[in-house]
């Protein structure tokens, strides 16, 4: 299996500040036949089911507000959030869908300041 | 709009069996993938399972395969996941999921609740 691991476990950040959180995969998770990342970002609040970002590592759902950005290839990964805002507080998590089982990292808890 | 619900979770002890259903609406059921995600409480979240369109392939997490079955109904608009054997382990809230496959998961349910106690 993809073992996907996220960094830091938890962080806490100002308002308007921003938030960067890590995910680095065991295997690489690009498909060298079209050039794209089986990467997902997920958010999620608690009470609620997740929430699709991010999507092939960089493209961004829509609906999803323009802060939320995502980054890398390969092995490593990065969720930027830039000017946080309150509605922010949440857990993040990455998921590989490279290969089955399409495992989640261990989730990384934002909290704002 | 893309609706998901759940239904089927509750209490049952270690050894027991529970069907866990999902009904959709909302878009053309049969045109997607579905995944079963769960999270324990407190916990992160755990893939399970998914399954292609039209009912196969499918595939299950390592800690699930023997014990759990996933199938679909297209006619019914309806996700199933049948789960015996069941362990303490596997007490978690189960989320259905519309699977793009190649695109994340984008749509959730608000889960059903299994617990595993004697």
């Known amino acids: 299996d993809i073992v996907m691991t996220q960094s830091p476990d938890s962080l806490a950040v100002s308002l308007g500040e921003r938030a960067t959180i890590n995910c680095k995969s065991s295997?690489?998770?690009?498909?060298?036949?079209?050039?794209?990342?089986?990467l997902a970002w997920y958010q999620q609040k608690p009470g609620q089911p997740p929430k699709l970002l991010i999507y092939w590592a960089s493209t961004r759902e829509s609906g999803v507000p323009d802060r939320f950005s995502g980054s890398g290839s390969g092995t490593d990964f990065t969720l930027t959030i830039s000017s946080l805002q309150a509605e922010d507080g949440a857990d993040y998590y990455c998921q590989q869908y490279y290969r089955t089982p399409h495992t989640f990292g261990q989730g990384t808890k934002l909290e704002i300041k | 709009q893309v609706q998901l619900v759940e239904s089927g979770g509750g209490l049952v002890k270690p050894g027991g069996s529970l069907r866990l259903s999902c009904a959709a609406s909302g878009f053309t059921f049969s045109d997607y993938y579905m995944s079963w995600i769960r999270q324990a409480p407190g916990k992160g979240l755990e893939w399970v399972s998914n399954i292609n369109a039209g009912g196969s392939p499918i595939e299950y997490a390592g800690s699930v395969k023997g014990r759990f079955t996933i199938s679909r109904d297209n006619a019914k608009n309806s996700l199933y996941l049948q789960m015996n054997s069941l362990r303490a382990e596997d007490t978690a809230v189960y989320y259905c999921?519309?699977?793009?496959?190649?695109?994340?998961?984008?749509?959730w349910g608000q889960g059903t609740l299994v617990t595993v106690s004697s």
């Open positions: 999921a519309r699977d793009r496959i190649f695109g994340g998961l984008d749509h």
């Open positions: 295997q690489s998770v690009l498909y060298n036949s079209n050039n794209k990342n089986y």
